[in-house]
């Protein structure tokens, strides 16, 4: 719920999937190759300065920082306008730049392999913006075009250490930090909510991903220390403690991803608003339990019934994770988690053999509460819910047994975007 937007919401076309490799890389700085490890705001502030003074000779003026995101709960229900408990990460994309007294924009980010990748632009004083190629540069673009003035001409350059194709929402920590450095550039400031909502436009009309509000969401208005309960009918929201003592929130990366056609994620949407149509109701929001009876005496797809009973039950076992978690009932919470992965794999079919796996594994572990695939599936990454003292051992018996090359990190949920200041 951008998704890459990953996918929240959503799995990305090839071309798209492709694309994003150019906009930003797993940095990992990590001790052994299974752990990645945030590299800090100061690291890639200074990373994405002495870029730009390269790239352009001189210095930048302004400055943005957006992370990217996991969710704790709530999965394939934020396009029903139902709830979602997400954190933000530690994990950084940094936006540096100046205006430069032209009619051009230009951007340049990192590839994994350290190359540069560039683009160009017109700024939106002398034209208007239109999807193109390269396609990355679509994801810059359409927050250009969709910010809420006019912007002269600008050099821009992006570093990220959001980790890519994990399901952790490297287009939407790019797209709000590329916004959140508009405003710095600008000094036009806007409402966070307004800004998370104008990102998503942006990722809906440039590469084209019909995401949901989460990730934009949360990449602005997360907070250290707590998720985010987000109501996606309302677009109110409410920051709930993730302060346990006891236990860490483990991410563990299953580091596949699925080849797609790029239609699974629109269609299990438009499968969710058949539901809704059939129940003459605006979306699965406003669904119940008792309606998926009618679905039921209506003879609807056994596929739509199964996506709508994934959803009246994964919003209802989010708002008791919301309530859960500040009274630090974590074996509830757990059991929870393991309900909604069951239901993700089986309902929404979103899951995949490596998930399961992973999924399966934690659950033999002892010390972890609950495990559950997070992010629009096909690949990416489970969370769990672990025990501080077992986490060691935790990630010994997944190194052992899983079939694939999983790649781990322990999320401290952590502040949203903001503006940076340059010294």
């Known amino acids: 719920m951008s998704t890459l937007s990953d996918w929240q919401s959503a799995p990305l076309t090839a071309l798209v999937k492709t694309a994003l490799v150019n906009i930003a890389v797993l940095h990992t700085s990590a001790p052994t190759m299974t752990e990645a490890v945030a590299k800090g705001e100061a690291t ?15 210095q930048p003026t302004a400055a943005s920082a957006a992370p990217g995101r996991v969710n704790l709960i709530g999965e394939h229900v934020d396009y029903c306008e139902g709830y979602v408990l997400p954190v933000a990460l530690p994990f950084l994309t940094i936006v540096v730049g100046d205006y430069n007294n032209t009619d051009e924009c230009g951007v340049v980010s990192t590839l994994g392999s350290n190359q540069d990748v560039k683009t160009s632009f ?14 990355w540069a679509n994801y810059v673009k359409g927050v250009v075009a969709n910010f809420p003035m006019k912007v002269g001409g600008f050099d821009a350059v992006v570093v990220s250490d959001v980790p890519m194709g994990a399901g952790v929402s490297s287009s939407a920590s790019l797209e709000v930090a590329f916004f959140t450095f ?22 809906h009309e440039f590469p084209g991903m019909p995401c949901g509000i989460m990730d934009q969401f949360i990449v602005t208005l997360g907070k250290k220390d707590h998720a985010l309960l987000i ?9 709930i403690p993730v302060q346990s003592s006891e236990a860490v929130i483990l991410v563990v990366n299953s580091n596949v991803k699925h080849q797609l056609t790029g239609s699974e994620y629109p269609q299990r949407r438009a499968q969710c608003q058949q539901a809704a149509d059939l129940l003459r109701i605006p979306s699965l929001r406003s669904a119940s339990i008792d309606d998926l009876k009618k679905l039921s005496s209506q003879n609807c797809d056994e596929l739509v ?5 994934h959803v009246i039950e994964e919003i209802a076992r989010t708002e008791e994770v ?4 500040p009274q630090n009932e974590l074996d509830a919470v757990g059991q929870l988690f393991y309900k909604s992965h069951s239901s993700l794999s089986e309902l929404m079919q979103v899951s995949c053999g490596e998930l399961d796996q992973l999924v399966g594994i934690l659950r033999a572990s002892a010390g972890v509460y609950g495990a559950r695939m997070t992010g629009g599936g096909f690949g990416g990454c489970v969370i769990a819910l672990v025990k501080k003292n077992n986490v060691e051992q935790v990630k010994k018996n997944v190194l052992s047994q899983y079939k694939g090359k999983p790649i781990f990190f322990v999320c401290q949920p952590s502040d949203g975007a903001r503006i940076l200041q340059l010294q």
Request: aromatic residues 4%.
């Open 305 to 309: 019934f199964k996506r709508a009973k």
């Open 322 to 325: 919301a309530k859960l978690l």
């Open 231 to 239: 109501d996606c009918k309302s677009l109110s929201s409410t920051h």
């Open 182 to 203: 508009l405003e710095a550039l600008t000094g036009h400031t806007v409402d966070p909510v307004q800004k998370a909502r104008l990102c998503q436009k942006a990722e």
């Open 44 to 58: 890639l502030l200074r990373e994405a300065r002495d870029k730009f003074v390269a790239a352009f000779g001189r």
């Open 122 to 135: 017109p700024a939106t004083t002398v034209a208007t913006l239109s999807p193109g190629e390269p396609a």
